[in-house]
């Protein structure tokens, strides 16, 4: 069973980045969309960006012209988010999820925190 396996989460102060990655297990082919979600305690995961097969992005409101999703096709890399100009407010586990066509895989998620 492939899995999505994400790093990069860590802690730093408000005004910081962060990358995060996105990596399989095994090869996942046919991939439709790729996203980052992120859940914050007390609240419902979110959609944080997307990318389509064709790179069509999209952002929450809140994070957009600071976090930017990219794919990679190199080896088992799946992607990254880029996250700029981090705010306490981005504090949450953050998941990286592929969609094919029939499945979808999902990672155990990453810690960021941001510290004011």
């Known amino acids: 069973q492939v899995q999505l396996v994400e790093s990069g989460g860590g802690l730093v102060q408000a005004g910081g980045s962060l990358r995060l990655s996105c990596t399989a297990t095994?090869?996942?082919?046919?991939?439709?969309?790729m996203a980052w979600y992120r859940q914050a305690p007390g609240k419902q995961r979110e959609l944080v960006a997307s990318?389509?097969?064709?790179?069509?992005?999209?952002y929450a409101d809140s994070v957009k012209g600071r976090f930017t999703i990219s794919r990679d096709n190199a080896k088992n890399t799946l992607g990254y988010l880029q996250m700029n100009d981090l705010k306490p407010e981005d504090t949450a586990v953050y998941y990286c999820?592929?969609?094919?066509?029939?499945?979808?895989?999902w990672g155990q998620g990453t810690q960021v925190t941001v510290s004011s």
């Open positions: 999820t592929v969609a094919t066509i029939p499945d979808r895989y």
């Open positions: 990318i389509s097969s064709s790179s069509r992005t999209n």
């Open positions: 095994g090869r996942i082919s046919n991939i439709l969309i």
